[in-house]
């Protein structure tokens, strides 16, 4: 297992310098820049600004500069944050937004595994209608007009929670629940399908055959097998919740990472969007070597070259 996590590393960071590599020249490519927006200021100031910050260099010995500083752990200042560094603004958002998606991926799994087991345990019948019709609602309406109403409703109207920011514990359900609602659907339906696949094995017969409670085989037998597509699903979706938050957080204006992610891409600020674009295929990469490892823990049968 060392070798296969050892070649994974270096495979994901090849995977983290294409991606560097590609979001470097295709944002370079856009007609603008960082300065051209700000009107207030003169086309010689601009011209300044462009030298000051290096943009005014040819775009391969940019490239070759940002890459060598990225190596030494300096991912540059924020082109329109001035003052502060693209390392200082994601570190200090960073914690907010993981602590965010870290709950709604919770949430998302004590309730969409049970949910999905219960549907599947209930084939046909009224609870399994009812959740596969929850759960195609939770997919299909998306999580800004969740939020929107969520925010109407028990903000505005009821004045039961709070509407902006973080600052106690009762801040987080609006927004918790507005992220978890989508994976939290999309994880019912997956484990359901799973679950079904799996009780039509032959092995599952067998342990039928030989009188084994319907219960004991739908939650012992057979959902160790069955959880294996969600744990494929939620590493990448830990890693999107963490950085793609990012209109959530704009609504219930929350100070993670996602609002900046956008700010940078509306701002043209080539250093942000470097650095969050870096940061979020660096977090997939992460996710998907450690659900591979999970597969192996949960089904040795698994191997991993």
Request: charged letters at 15%.
């Amino acid at each position: 297992m060392a070798k296969y996590i050892v070649k994974r590393i270096l495979l994901g960071a090849l995977s983290v310098f294409i991606v560097a590599t590609l979001t470097f020249f295709l944002m370079n490519l856009v007609p603008g820049g960082p300065f051209v927006a700000e009107k207030s200021i003169s086309k010689q100031a601009q011209e300044a600004l462009a030298a000051k910050y290096g943009l005014d260099k040819p775009l391969m010995e940019r490239y070759f500069t940002y890459m060598n500083d990225f190596l030494h752990g300096d991912m540059g200042v924020s082109l329109r944050q001035r003052g502060r560094t693209v390392n200082d603004i994601i570190f200090s958002k960073f914690p907010v937004s993981a602590k965010l998606a870290g709950i709604a991926v919770a949430v998302a799994l004590v309730l969409g595994i049970p949910l999905g087991c219960v549907s599947a345990y209930t084939r046909g019948k009224l609870p399994d209608n009812v959740i596969i019709v929850l759960g195609t609602c939770g997919i299909a309406i998306p999580s800004f007009i969740t939020s929107v109403i969520l925010l109407y409703g028990f903000g505005v109207k009821l004045h039961a929670l709070p509407t902006v920011g973080l600052n106690e514990w009762k801040a987080y359900i609006m927004p918790v629940t507005a992220l978890a609602i989508y994976p939290t659907a999309y994880i019912t339906r997956l484990m359901r399908s799973s679950l079904l696949d799996v009780m039509g094995q032959d092995y599952m017969r067998t342990a039928k055959a030989k009188g084994v409670s319907s219960f004991k085989i739908l939650f012992k037998h057979a959902l160790r097998n069955a959880i294996l597509p969600v744990i494929t699903y939620v590493g990448p979706m830990l890693a999107y919740l963490m950085t793609g938050s990012f209109v959530v957080e704009k609504i219930f204006t929350i100070p993670g990472l996602g609002r900046e992610f956008v700010s940078s891409i509306t701002n043209r600020d080539y250093t942000m969007i470097m650095g969050t674009t870096i940061i979020l295929a660096t977090l997939v990469i992460i996710a998907n070597v450690i659900v591979d490892i999970l597969y192996k823990i949960i089904d040795p049968r698994v191997k991993l070259k």
